[in-house]
Every structure is written in C-alpha cells, then in structure tokens.
C-alpha cells in the first residue's frame, strides 16, 4: 500500500512513484515481485499501469474498466472468478 496522499485523487494518480515506492519495499524485504499475482479493480485499468507490472513480471487480473471502451476487442488476461474472490480479502483486510 502507498502512503496516503492528500487531495482528491483517483487510484492512477502519480502511479509510476507509488507503484515503484511499494515494489521497492517488497525487494528491500528481500521479497522479489517477479511472478507475484495482483488481483485489482477498474480504477487501476491503464495501459501505463499494466505496463509497469508487465515490466517487472508482475502478472495481472486487472477489472476492464468501461471508460477505456469496449471489452470485446481486448486481450489482456481478466478472470472473473479469481476477482470476485478480491472482495473477500478486501472485507477481512477491513
């Protein structure tokens, strides 16, 4: 998790520096990202995003999000069922 950041901000604000800050202290842990699995939602749909995950092999089940157009012409990985199961870790996270 990043730090919290003051304003009102979507979940790709300044994601570049928060996703490297948070990759950053799981390889100072001696915990490597490579192969690492991350299950997130629509407000994390970007080209950019899925692209810094790829770049450290990072894979994705990323929600589709409406705004970026049509589902049907896109190939990126997303399984529904492993994404429903996000919620779960979510609510006892909570």
Known sequence: MSEPISGNHNNLHS?????????????????????????????????????????????????????NGSTEDRNEYFDQELYDKRYVVERTNA
């Open 15 to 67: 994601i570049d520096v928060q996703f490297e800050i948070v990759t950053g202290r799981l390889e100072q842990a001696d915990i490597p990202v490579e192969g690492l699995f991350l299950n997130a939602d629509a407000g994390f749909d970007s080209k950019n995003f899925r692209y810094l995950c790829a770049k450290k092999e990072i894979n994705t089940n990323v929600c589709f999000n409406e705004r």
